[in-house]
């Protein structure tokens, strides 16, 4: 479970990073949007959660490929920007992945200037 700050809500890295990822949609079997939240501690991979990279979970997303549309062109280079704002953003970075089960969640958590950040989102893989 994540420690989440519910009394630091807001902040400039935190609002960029909710303004970069509105309406972006991790695609697995299944779409599933970011949750942008502050965390009262850095906490490790729990049990059943294993470290990731960053590009493990985003690099598809944020990678043209010759045959994407215009839309799906601007879609991705969203996607890179999200990708280039947390990695400029967040320092001692830190991914997580559930192991079990069909829906697995992913915690992107990093250190900023104004606390501790975690982006969540889900998976879908069968």
């Excluded at 949609?25 to 779409?31: F, G």
């Excluded at 890179?80 to 400029?88: G, L, M, P, R, V």
């Amino acid at each position: 479970m994540l420690p989440v700050d519910t009394q630091h809500t807001e902040g400039a890295v935190i609002s960029e990073l909710r303004q970069l990822s509105e309406g972006l949609l991790l695609l697995s079997e299944s779409e599933a949007p970011f949750e942008i939240m502050a965390l009262t501690a850095f906490p490790e991979c729990s049990e059943g959660m294993e470290a990731v990279s960053l590009d493990d979970i985003l690099v598809y997303s944020a990678t043209p490929q010759e045959w994407h549309t215009e839309e799906d062109k601007a879609v991705v280079a969203r996607f890179a920007a999200f990708k280039t704002a947390i990695e400029q953003r967040l320092q001692n970075l830190r991914v997580c992945k559930s192991t079990e089960g069909g829906q697995k969640e992913i915690w992107i958590i990093g250190n900023s200037e104004e606390g501790i950040v975690c982006i969540r989102t889900t998976v879908v893989e069968t």
